[in-house]
C-alpha cells in the first residue's frame, strides 16, 4: 500500500460474518472494521501535505467518512496523547500506565484552556499550542518542587532558631509569568522587614505573596 498513491484503499470482506476491513493510505496506513460501510461511494477530503506545504485533495473511502462524523471524544483525546506523548524506554506496565494518566491530564488542561479562550473571545494567535502548554506546566512543576524541597519537613523544634539569612532577590526562585496572574490562591502577608518592591525600583515594601 505504501508504494501506490496517497488515497488508495483496499478491502477485504467476511462472508459468514459481513465485515468488512478496509485499509485507506493517507500519511500512513488506516485501517478500519466497518458492517454497513466500505469504499463505496468515495468522496474527497482536504488533507496537508508536508513536501509542498499546502492542502490538497484526497479520495476518501465510506467508511472513513463515517467514523470522522461519528468519532467520539475519546479518539480524539487518545490522538491529542499520541501527538506529545511522553516516551519512555521501560518495562514496567504500571509506569506506562502512570505516565499515560499524567499526559491525559495534561491535555484536558489544554482543553480547558481552549474553551477559556473562546469563552473570553481573545484571538486565535493568542492560543497556546498543546506542545507549549505541556512546556509551561512542566516548568511551574519544577519550579514548584524546587520551592518545597527547601522547606524544613518536620515537627518544629522547642528551641528558639536562629533567624534564616536573607535570601539575595537574584538567587530567589520566582514563579512562572502564567502562575503569578492566574489569580488562584495568592494572599497578601505583611514581613517583619522591608524589601524591595518589584513593581517600583525605588520603594520599599513590607508586604510579599503568601
Avoid at 506545504?53 to 490522538?79: F, G, Q, T, W
Avoid at 504500571?94 to 477559556?116: E, G, K, N, P, Q
Avoid at 518545597?148 to 518536620?154: I, T, V, Y
Wanted: proline share 3%; aromatic share 8%; hydrophobic share 35%.
Amino acid at each position: 500500500m505504501k508504494k501506490r498513491e496517497r488515497g488508495t484503499s483496499d478491502y477485504r470482506t467476511d462472508i459468514h460474518s459481513g465485515v468488512i476491513v478496509v485499509t485507506w493510505l493517507n500519511n500512513n496506513t488506516v485501517c478500519l472494521a466497518l458492517t454497513y460501510a466500505a469504499i463505496t461511494l468515495q468522496d474527497t477530503c482536504r488533507r496537508w501535505n508536508v513536501k509542498d506545504k499546502s492542502r490538497v485533495e484526497v479520495s476518501r473511502p465510506a467508511i472513513v467518512y463515517e467514523y470522522n462524523c461519528h468519532m467520539s471524544s475519546i479518539e480524539l483525546a487518545d490522538m491529542l496523547v499520541e501527538i506529545c506523548r511522553t516516551h519512555l524506554r521501560i518495562r514496567k506496565w504500571y509506569m506506562r500506565i502512570c505516565w499515560w494518566l499524567i499526559d491525559t491530564a495534561v491535555c484536558s488542561s489544554w482543553l480547558l484552556l481552549r474553551s477559556d479562550v473562546k469563552a473570553l473571545t481573545l484571538r486565535r494567535d493568542e492560543m497556546m499550542i498543546l506542545r507549549a502548554f505541556r512546556s509551561e506546566a512542566a516548568a511551574g512543576l519544577y519550579a514548584l518542587a524546587r520551592v518545597m524541597s527547601q522547606l524544613k519537613r518536620g515537627r518544629p523544634s522547642a528551641e528558639v532558631e536562629e533567624s534564616p539569612s536573607p535570601i539575595r532577590s537574584c538567587n530567589r526562585i520566582r514563579p512562572k509569568i502564567s502562575a503569578e496572574v492566574n489569580g488562584l490562591d495568592h494572599w497578601p502577608r505583611r514581613t517583619e522587614k522591608q524589601s524591595r518592591c518589584k513593581k517600583c525600583k525605588s520603594g520599599y515594601t513590607t508586604f510579599e505573596c503568601k
